[in-house]
């Protein structure tokens, strides 16, 4: 049986990791490794050269105003690079802050960050910040389910005509308005929870790790063997009881 491999590419963790992002990171390295598959995590500083041709997940996490200042205006020189890869169905997780440039700008109060343009999105300077716990129905392979997170951002984006992660049930979401939560789009997830995400969401984690798998290996990947995610769901549960109900 062929060898499973993913190469994940974690862009300036330096700059770009608040809440616990990295921790995303750990998790799907640890349920590919519940199930026999390889992970390499490969780090990126600013100025590193990158080969996204050689990357099955690139994961950009959140930064304060100032970091993503930064790093902004690193992505603009490799924007060509970001888009091809995308373009070509490469999966990438973007939190935060990370979410945010991959828009067309984020409107600060005295200043403008420029984005990437993944997305047909921005983001402008809120009032104040939402802040709390949040709860999301999203449709996952298929399915209904529930996904929990913690948000922080003063940034209000607007997702024009994309598909949302999912709908808030719980929290602010997007913009506090419309009630999406996040973008999906090809194999990119763009979403401002936090916390970290991926651990206590392992739907949300296999569906990363199986588009991964689907792009390296689409002559012999079919599915994912199931993990015994009791532990995980529980920790999902408490949070959707807390601020939904039993009800739901």
Same mark, same amino acid.
């Given at each position: ?30 349920? *590919? ?62 939190? *935060? ?13 005295? =200043?403008?960050? =420029? ?22 129905? *999203? ?9 929990? +997170?913690? =948000? ?13 992660? +999912? ?11 419309? +009630? ?69």
């Amino acid at each position: 049986m062929e060898k499973l491999k993913l190469t994940i590419g974690h862009l300036y963790p330096d700059l770009l990791n608040l809440y616990g992002d990295r921790g995303n990171i750990i998790a799907l390295q640890k349920r *590919c490794e519940w199930r026999g598959i390889e992970t390499e995590v490969i780090e990126f500083q600013l100025n590193s050269p990158i080969d996204f041709n050689a990357l099955d997940i690139v994961f950009l996490g959140g930064g304060s105003d100032r970091e993503q200042l930064l790093v902004g205006n690193r992505l603009k020189e490799i924007k060509d690079d970001i888009n091809r890869y995308v373009d070509n169905n490469g999966v990438v997780i973007a939190i *935060c802050g990370g979410y945010q440039l991959l828009g067309h700008y984020y409107k600060l109060k005295d =200043e403008t960050i =420029e984005g990437l343009s993944v997305l047909d999105i921005y983001t402008d300077t809120g009032d104040s910040r939402m802040i709390g716990n949040v709860v999301i129905e *999203c449709n996952l392979m298929g399915n209904p389910v529930k996904v929990v +997170g913690f =948000e922080n951002h003063g940034g209000k984006t607007y997702i024009n005509n994309h598909q949302p992660l +999912g709908i808030v049930k719980y929290g602010y979401g997007n913009n506090g308005t419309d +009630g999406t939560e996040g973008v999906i789009y090809k194999n990119v997830i763009g979403t401002y929870l936090h916390g970290p995400l991926l651990p206590k969401n392992p739907v949300l984690t296999d569906f990363i790790i199986s588009n991964a798998l689907k792009r390296a290996y689409p002559d012999t990947f079919t599915q994912l063997q199931p993990l015994d995610d009791s532990i995980e769901l529980k920790a999902r549960d408490y949070i959707v009881n807390r601020f939904l109900g039993r009800q739901e």
